[in-house]
């Protein structure tokens, strides 16, 4: 009887010991199975058992972008732009807050702007973006995050139509700009800061998609181009002498209207067409408009006078 009990207790103790063993080496291949489960990318696993469905901010939704697509083996992983990260996967003991990633990427992080940046431009380099390291914004330490929403499937902006809050953002005078009563699209999306200026940097001047402001123009206002007879200075040099391109309180974009902009530098008293008056000559009484008679103020192939001055229709 005695015996008996010892081979009871000694199988319940087997017993118990392999259900232990066993229930143990089922949490720790679970463990390692998740371990080794990508959701979204490929060695993403060791972040999205923390970082779910769950999370405040919507990480999982990178799969839904190109930087989430599986089949393009240029995808890159967590860490390709977060770093290893090793203390912020396995928190250190002692330490009562996990430590942030290598290469943190949220508002007011304490990674500096040109290592954020560099983590970017480690794949996307070249093209649109060869001017970066020369632009106005890589000089004033705006980081790509700035302006995009690398894990929303929704990137603002890169839509036409939300593109321009993003820019307004920073560009304040612009915004208000736009709300004036000759602008261009840009509240409609027909229009959009991109289709004129390219952020990541140009070889021109501000930031313009071409290399000057009146190749820009000319891309969407190609019959201002010419070549004319008579040209008129201005035009081939800015169009923004004469034209605010974000919106103004004058008709076709004017900075002032008519006379009083083409007085800037065509001085009155001179004027050919002068109208005399019980106080003079003033150019003044001419409908108060150069535009009636000079119609043709981007070029013309017909000179007004025998001696060519004048742009006229």
Request: net charge positive.
């Amino acid at each position: 009887m005695k015996v008996g009990s010892k081979n009871l207790w000694r199988w319940i103790s087997l017993a118990l010991l392999s259900v232990a063993l066993l229930g143990g080496g089922r949490a720790w291949a679970r463990e390692n199975a998740d371990e080794r489960k990508d959701i979204v990318r490929a060695g993403d696993a060791v972040c999205t058992r923390c970082h779910d469905e769950g999370e405040e901010k919507p990480v999982l939704s990178i799969g839904k972008t190109k930087h989430g697509t599986v089949a393009d083996g240029r995808t890159p992983s967590c860490t390709s732009c977060h770093g290893e990260s090793p203390t912020h996967i396995n928190k250190p003991e002692g330490v009562v807050e996990r430590p942030k990633p290598d290469i943190n990427f949220v508002e007011h992080s304490k990674t500096p702007v040109e290592q954020r940046n560099q983590a970017c431009l480690s794949c996307h380099q070249g093209g649109k973006r060869t001017h970066w390291q020369t632009n106005l914004h890589a000089a004033r330490d705006v980081a790509c995050t700035s302006c995009h929403e690398v894990h929303a499937q929704h990137d603002k902006v890169r839509d036409k139509q939300a593109q321009a809050e993003v820019c307004f953002a920073c560009h304040k005078e612009q915004r208000a700009q736009i709300d004036r009563p000759s602008r261009h699209p840009i509240k409609e999306g027909k229009v959009a800061c991109s289709d004129c200026h390219n952020p990541h940097g140009t070889a021109g001047e501000k930031m313009m998609v071409r290399d000057s402001v009146v190749d820009t123009c000319y891309s969407c206002h190609m019959e201002k181009r010419g070549p004319f007879v008579r040209s008129h200075q201005p035009v081939t040099e800015d169009c923004s002498i004469c034209h605010n391109p974000h919106g103004t309180m004058n008709d076709n974009l004017l900075k002032q209207r008519s006379p009083f902009l083409c007085q800037q530098c065509h001085e009155p008293s001179t004027h050919q067409g002068t109208v005399p008056t019980t106080t003079g000559n003033s150019a003044f009484a001419l409908a108060r408009g150069c535009t009636n008679c000079h119609t043709q103020i981007h070029g013309s192939n017909n000179p007004s006078t025998a001696d060519g001055r004048g742009l006229r229709r």
